[in-house]
């Protein structure tokens, strides 16, 4: 334990780090407008219109981590945008919610989630892809260690070191940092940040890539398609597992620019070069 603190401090970026205002430069496409929330609101939000009455038909497994062999890597999925990754040794999570609501109405958990927090290993490192409730959530990170490396993109570390969190890391796209023998690097993704009102791309969006012992994870986070895949596995890949979002993609004419649908993260899989996909 000590020596995986020692890494990630050597690892942080200078504590006064400047970052721009804001990072509206990073967006590949147009934030959506006043009048497409307007009527994306009047036609029911963003509820899911029936998905209560199909929840029960998601797969489940027992509740139970496999045992691993060394240098095996696993991923499991825990919900929506969670997953539990091990790799080189080490238990990492993304964009952990274990909450049973979010802020908002039609927010309610629909499915428990697929391990109980009261059964999971030690966590290592937990990585954050952006700032949305959805992916970015207070209650479940307060139930974490304060001295957990954090590793989220720019303008990010100041969430947490606020609610006490002492070994977190920022970085911008394509840089790399390192704890207890990962190595994680924040990449480009095709979407946006928005926590409140006055905050639009305060803080960086991503996807973040994890190596270890000749094994590397990519987890997208929130992602619409584009050529951030192609990229992205030219410089990076191939790699032994991606993690793609594969719901919350209709209605297209809003959601297309910033979720990929499943035929859309079957072919980022392919341009990630990944020989595995986790969805």
């Not at 509820?47 to 496999?66: C, I, M, N, T, Y």
């Not at 539990?84 to 989630?113: H, N, Q, Y």
Request: glycine fraction near 10%.
């Amino acid at each position: 334990k000590a020596m995986l603190r020692a890494s990630v401090a050597h690892a942080m970026p200078k504590p006064k780090r400047t970052w721009p205002k804001h990072f509206k430069d990073r967006l590949t496409s147009p934030l959506p407008t006043r009048s497409m929330i307007w009527k994306i609101l009047r036609e029911g939000g963003f509820g899911g219109k029936g998905a209560e009455q199909v929840a029960h038909l998601v797969p489940r497994g027992d509740g139970v981590l496999p045992k691993l062999r060394k240098g095996e890597v696993s991923v499991t999925w825990i919900g929506h945008a969670t997953t539990l990754a091990r790799i080189g040794g080490k238990v990492i999570l993304t964009d952990p919610i274990w909450s049973e609501k979010l802020p908002g109405p039609r927010s309610k958990r629909m499915t428990r989630p697929g391990l109980a927090w009261e059964s999971l290993p030690k966590i290592d490192a937990v990585v954050i892809s952006h700032d949305h409730y959805d992916h970015l959530d207070a209650p479940t990170l307060a139930r974490l260690p304060r001295d957990t490396p954090i590793f989220v993109g720019a303008n990010t570390a100041e969430w947490f070191t606020k609610r006490g969190f002492t070994q977190v890391t920022e970085l911008d796209w394509w840089e790399s940092a390192e704890a207890g023998g990962v190595k994680f690097t924040f990449v480009p993704a095709h979407h946006w940040c928005r926590r409140g009102l006055v905050d639009v791309c305060h803080r960086l969006w991503g996807s973040w890539v994890m190596e270890a012992d000749g094994k590397s994870v990519y987890f997208a986070g929130d992602t619409g398609y584009g050529p951030n895949f192609k990229e992205i596995g030219r410089r990076l890949g191939p790699f032994d597992v991606a993690i793609l979002p594969i719901g919350a993609y209709d209605p297209r004419w809003f959601m297309q620019n910033v979720h990929t649908n499943p035929a859309e993260a079957v072919q980022a899989c392919q341009d990630l070069k990944a020989k595995r996909m986790v969805g």
